[in-house]
Every structure is written in C-alpha cells, then in structure tokens.
C-alpha cells in the first residue's frame, strides 16, 4: 500500500473507489486489516499517545476530511481525496448486499445499534446482518463478545465506538479476532439511526 506520512501518521494513497476495490479484495482474501478512518483529532490524539501513534502505524489508515487532504496540500504529499467512514460503510455495505457478506455491527447504545441494523437490513438486504452489540459492556463481557464476533464468523465487523476508544478496543482484541476487515466507525451508526 503506498502511503504518505503527514503529521507522523503514515495515511494510505488510495483514492476513495481504490481504496473500497483494495478492501473488497482483502476481505476475499481474508486478509486482516484494521482500517482507520483518520481525522485532525485522531492525528493530534497519536501526537500525544504513544500508544495510539503504534496502534495507527499498524494499521490501514485512510484520511477522513477535508482537513488531512489540506494538510497534504499544503506539505506536497500525493494524497488528493478523502475517504470518510460513513461513505466507506456505504461503498462496503453494497458490496456486502451484492456478495451476500456477513456483517457484525458493535457499537452504540442500544437503541442506536438496533435502529442502525433497521436501516442497513432495509438497505442492504441481500447483506447478513449476523450479528450486533451495543457499545457498553463490561470488561468481563468482553470474552464471551469476542466468543460470539467469532462464532459469527462476518466478514466485516463496523465498531462504533468513538475515537479513539474504539481502536484501542480493536486492537487490544486483535490477535483474537479472525474478521477479515475490522473498522473502526465513530459515530456512524448514530447517523443511520437518524
Ligand atoms: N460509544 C459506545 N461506547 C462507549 C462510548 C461511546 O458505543 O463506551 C458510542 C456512542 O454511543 C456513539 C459513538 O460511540 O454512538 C460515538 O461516540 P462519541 O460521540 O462520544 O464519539 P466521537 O464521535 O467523539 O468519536
């Protein structure tokens, strides 16, 4: 993946379609990926948490909002277009409606998760919605979750747990989970919930 480092945090090139066709082609492959969604907060969060900063170098970093694209402007580096979560969702829940992809949806309250998974069913029909979980659990909840993500087996887990609690909950449960494509999403499911 080629990548451009701005403000220490190494942001992938892709253009939004390239950056859905390169995600389509690793949740085919199951190639694991943990992609996130990257604006001037989570750029200034990384600056000042070195965990955080591992935790993105790690992973698929794509520049959500104007904000980055300006920043790469202005510092000449070859990144053009912004790649937003909630377009992201979209893009890859069509593809999950025409492939028939599972999907795991954790995050919000749980009014919100479930209104979120109303409107993705209506949506996406041809997508599995296998699962779902609202975002406040226990930390001894947090097995048999990962248990159940499992067992679910989607292809896509969307987790919406704000930034940047959401990616250090992804990434402390990593080396348990086997979704293909995990993604962190903020508050997108409040936006679906509408
Ligand atoms: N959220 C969650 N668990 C938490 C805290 C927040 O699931 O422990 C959810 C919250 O309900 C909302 C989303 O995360 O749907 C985004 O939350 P917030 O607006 O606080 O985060 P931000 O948009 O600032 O990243």
Do not use: C
Not at 40 to 58: H, R, T
Not at 94 to 102: D, F, L, S, V
Not at 119 to 127: C, I, Q, S, T, Y
């Amino acid at each position: 993946m080629k990548e451009a480092k701005i403000l220490g945090v190494s942001f992938s090139t892709l253009g939004f379609n390239a950056t859905v066709s390169d995600l389509v082609a690793r949740a085919e492959a199951g190639q694991r990926t943990h992609v996130v969604t990257a604006n001037p907060e989570v750029v200034m969060i990384a600056k000042e948490n070195a965990g955080f900063q591992s935790i993105l170098d790690q992973a698929y970093v794509v520049p959500d909002g104007i904000g980055i694209v300006y920043a790469a402007k202005m510092l000449d580096k070859p990144l053009h277009e912004r790649v937003t979560g909630v377009e992201l969702v979209d893009a890859l829940m069509q593809e999950a409606n025409t492939q028939g992809w599972k999907v795991f949806l954790l995050g919000a309250s749980p009014d919100v998760n479930r209104m979120a998974a109303a409107r993705l069913e209506k949506d996406f029909p041809g997508a599995k919605i296998v699962g779902r979980r609202d975002g406040y659990f226990s930390a001894d909840e947090e097995q048999l979750l990962i248990n159940e993500i499992n067992a679910a087996s989607p292809d896509l887990l969307f987790v919406a747990m704000g930034v940047p609690r959401q990616e250090f909950w992804i990434a402390k449960h990593w080396s348990q989970l086997n979704t293909p494509i995990v993604i962190g999403i903020g508050g997108v499911f409040d936006v679906l919930a509408g």
